[in-house]
């Protein structure tokens, strides 16, 4: 069983930035890959970037270039970092990890973006 705890969503103006992130109840070396979601009210959980056990990252095309997922070197704390924040990027971002073919979630954290 994995737990996650997102901090770090928020308010911020077009064009700004924020940084979420994750933290794992168990080290991400026991995990397989963890990412972060988003849904909007009415949309479908969307993949917006992952990172894998051994380093390689996956990103969304609409936020290549503007977004980065990284880990801490505890290998516990996952972070999104969001720059030149556009407004249809407002959502609830979940943090996401994968273990051996079972998902976990956390809670969810509110990421509003205005014009």
């Known amino acids: 069983q994995v737990q996650l705890v997102e901090a770090g969503g928020g308010w911020v103006q077009a064009g700004g930035s924020l940084r979420p992130s994750c933290v794992a109840s168990?080290?991400?070396?026991?995990?397989?890959?963890m990412g972060w979601y988003r849904q909007a009210p009415g949309d479908w959980r969307e993949m917006v970037a992952q990172?894998?056990?051994?380093?390689?990252?996956d990103y969304a095309d609409s936020v290549k270039g503007r977004f980065t997922v990284s880990r801490d070197n505890n290998m516990k704390t996952v972070y999104l970092t969001m720059h030149n924040m556009k407004p249809e990027g407002t959502s609830v971002y979940y943090c996401?990890?994968?273990?051996?073919?079972?998902?976990?979630w956390g809670q969810g954290t509110q990421v509003t973006v205005s014009y």
């Open positions: 990172i894998f056990s051994g380093g390689l990252t």
């Open positions: 168990v080290s991400a070396f026991d995990i397989d890959l």
């Open positions: 996401d990890a994968r273990q051996r073919g079972s998902a976990f």
